[in-house]
């Protein structure tokens, strides 16, 4: 299956300013998908990014706020924006991967403290 | 929207003792996923489950989906320690745009005793 390789790991930040994500897959894959883990909670899905085209957006996300690149089929970033402390969260991207069955890789994650 | 309503949400089990994690849907799918969360960590993947009556075990975990009462079953048997953790379902839908997207059931801590 895919091997995705997400930094930072972890990062504490100012309100008002920005975090880029970044996630390096070991092969080329279709579709990526960017995730947010509010503390003690699931998983939410914010965007699914294909490469070469816009991003698209689950309810209650909008562009502004989780700006998306996608420049290859390999590569990735989640921008998050105009940080506040409720943006506190574990931030994961994952991918379509081959597991016996088209199943779900997901990557380390970024823990996100805003302060 | 699809829901998915996992239960129970929290588990405290003893060691040896057997117990069952249920996941329902609200919408017709015929794929769904079970993963494992350890703290601080990102999910692993334990199961896929393709199709209606799928039955699938590793080592003391079991897992099972029914498409038409839209459930699915991880039964856990004879639990260790190294069990605790968390357990999310997750079933594959039809998103915005015609992707496929995975939505999460809330999880379940379980935590296994001596």
């Known amino acids: 299956s895919a091997v995705i390789s997400q930094k930072p790991s972890r990062d504490i930040c100012q309100r008002g300013t920005s975090l880029t994500i970044q996630c390096q897959v070991d092969?080329?894959?279709?579709?990526m998908f960017w995730y947010r883990q509010q503390p003690g909670q699931s998983l939410t899905l914010i965007a699914t990014?294909?490469?070469?085209?816009?991003?698209?957006?689950e309810s209650g996300f909008v562009i502004d706020k989780f700006p998306i690149s996608r420049p290859n089929l390999t590569f990735s970033t989640l921008t998050v924006s105009n940080l506040s402390p409720e943006d506190s969260s574990i931030y994961l991207c994952?991918?379509?991967?081959?597991?016996?069955?088209?199943?779900?890789?997901f990557g380390s994650g970024t823990r996100l403290t805003v302060v | 929207e699809l829901k998915v309503e996992q239960n129970p949400l929290f588990l405290s089990m003893q060691e040896g003792k057997n117990y069952t994690i249920y996941c329902n849907y609200s919408?017709?799918?015929?794929?769904l996923y079970w993963y494992r969360q350890d703290p601080g960590k990102s999910l692993e993947s334990l199961f896929v489950?393709?199709?209606?009556?799928a039955v699938k075990q590793e080592g003391r975990l079991m897992a099972s989906l029914d498409t038409k009462a839209r459930l699915s079953t991880l039964h856990i048997t004879a639990a260790v320690h190294d069990l605790s953790a968390t357990y999310f379902c997750?079933?594959?839908?039809?998103?915005?745009?015609?992707?496929?997207?995975?939505?999460f059931g809330k999880g379940t801590l379980l935590t296994v005793n001596p």
């Open positions: 990014a294909n490469q070469g085209s816009e991003a698209t957006y």
């Open positions: 092969s080329q894959v279709t579709m």
């Open positions: 919408t017709t799918s015929d794929r």
């Open positions: 489950l393709l199709s209606n009556g």
């Open positions: 994952s991918v379509e991967s081959w597991q016996g069955a088209r199943g779900y890789t």
């Open positions: 997750a079933v594959e839908a039809v998103g915005g745009g015609s992707n496929y997207k995975l939505t």
